[in-house]
């Protein structure tokens, strides 16, 4: 399992130096700065390449770019509205210029709209850390009280819509602004940062698109981007949605193993693979993390490995971003059953058995809580993720393991 490390370039708060003490194997990053539907011009990529090569005393820092998370697909290719035909040829540009950089894994999404979305950004838990969380009531108050969107309180169960009211009720106008903020203006790693304006605009865009047809223009884009990718020997991995069940009542289609298994065998390549967020796919209790691992493992290219913990057993419910080996994942089981999938790979001779992983998101812990780095991707944090995680795979991937576990 390669640990990687997503770094959000120059203006990121965590530092190439702060990786190599976190001992980062390699980087996942993307060109933030290219509005979504813009080719990656080669200049712009190979910039990237040599600040992730660099130290801050400019020496050479033995890091390189190995992952590009998020290469977005726009919002006019999952509609099939405006520009949608120039967008696949740009991407398709983006493939076969960071191909010619020598990159081959690329991470993107499809969900409408919204990228991953949370309520509260800094949510204290017992130990003084915080993290980050997706309170179901609030999400609604926000849809139902700031957005106004009609007939949001229909997409609700009564209940929520009740707790949803009391939330509202008891917010004063800056707690309301935080909401909507949290909710719409763009987290990290999004295409875009939105006003309340905006989203509205957006989602009379979707009217009448609905779960089925949206899957429809998803299977049309791998159709034509696949095909190019293969050639490439490149990779494509498809984030799940964050959270993974429909929000503002657009459909959301990348949720679960049956979403994931439609879109892998819709068109069956290696370069059409799955990135699995085990945070993202662990707020619904539904997901079997072990299980999708074991039966779609060859598909996978990437991983995201954080925990989190439900606050209900409801699907859609709450949550919050739980320490790595803390939540209701069972990180070791993961963890064996990715080990299990490299040794598969190794066997069949796959040159791709080393599959990269990033400790994603952390808490934010001692000094973090001063440095205000990207919500959801502090340091110490994270690098505490980090160390959990190869301390575990250290354990596991020990030729004596079992024995030393049998010995009396
Ligand atoms: C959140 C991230 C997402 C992810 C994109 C992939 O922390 O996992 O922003 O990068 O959804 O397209």
Redesign the pocket.
């Known amino acids: 399992m390669r640990q990687t490390w997503r770094w959000f370039g120059p203006r990121d708060l965590v530092t190439v130096d702060d990786m190599l003490e976190a001992g980062v194997e390699g980087v996942v990053s993307a060109l933030h700065h290219v509005p979504t539907g813009i080719a990656w011009e080669p200049a712009e990529i190979e910039k990237r390449k040599s600040e992730i090569a660099m130290r801050k005393d400019g020496s050479p820092s033995g890091l390189l770019w190995e992952v590009v998370?998020?290469l977005?697909v726009s919002e006019d290719i999952k509609k099939q509205k405006g520009d949608w035909r120039a967008h696949y040829e740009a991407y398709k540009t983006s493939l076969r210029n960071l191909a010619d950089a020598g990159l081959a894994t690329v991470?993107?999404?499809f969900?409408p709209v919204l990228?991953?979305t949370r309520t509260h950004l800094n949510w204290r838990v017992e130990s003084g850390a915080t993290c980050m969380r997706f309170d179901y009531p609030a999400f609604a108050a926000f849809d139902i009280h700031i957005l106004n969107r009609a007939g949001a309180a229909q997409d609700y169960p009564e209940e929520i819509v009740d707790a949803a009211k009391a939330a509202f009720a008891a917010m004063d106008e800056a707690e309301q602004e935080a909401l909507a903020k949290n909710v719409v203006f763009g987290?990290?790693?999004?295409a875009d940062s939105h006003s309340l304006e905006d989203v509205r605009r957006h989602l009379a865009e979707y009217d009448g698109i609905s779960h089925d047809r949206l899957r429809a223009n998803f299977v049309d884009f791998l159709t034509e981007i696949v095909p190019v990718a293969e050639e490439l020997g490149m990779r494509l991995c498809c984030?799940p949605d964050?959270p993974p069940f429909g929000l503002l009542g657009l459909p959301r289609i990348m949720s679960t193993e049956e979403d994931y298994r439609h879109i892998t065998e819709a068109v069956n390549s290696p370069a059409n693979g799955i990135?699995i967020?085990t945070g993202?796919l662990g707020s619904r209790p539904d997901n079997d993390l072990q299980d999708m691992i074991d039966r779609l493992g060859d598909k996978v290219h990437l991983l995201?490995l954080r925990n989190v913990k439900r606050e209900t057993d409801r699907c859609p419910g709450s949550f919050y971003e739980a320490e790595h080996l803390g939540g209701d994942t069972d990180m070791v089981a993961v963890i064996a059953a990715v080990l299990r999938e490299e040794a598969h790979r190794k066997e069949a001779g796959r040159a791709d058995w080393n599959i990269p992983f990033r400790p994603?998101?952390g808490q934010n812990i001692l000094d973090d809580h001063g440095r205000n780095a990207q919500p959801?991707?502090p340091a110490i944090g994270r690098l505490k993720g980090l160390a959990e995680l190869r301390g575990i795979i250290t354990a596991l991937s020990h030729p004596d393991a079992r024995q030393m576990l049998g010995r009396a």
Not at 187 to 190: A, K, N
Request: net charge negative.
């Open positions: 998370e998020s977005p991470c993107y999404n969900m990228d991953w987290l990290p790693g999004t984030h964050d990135t967020c993202s995201h994603d998101h959801g991707y």
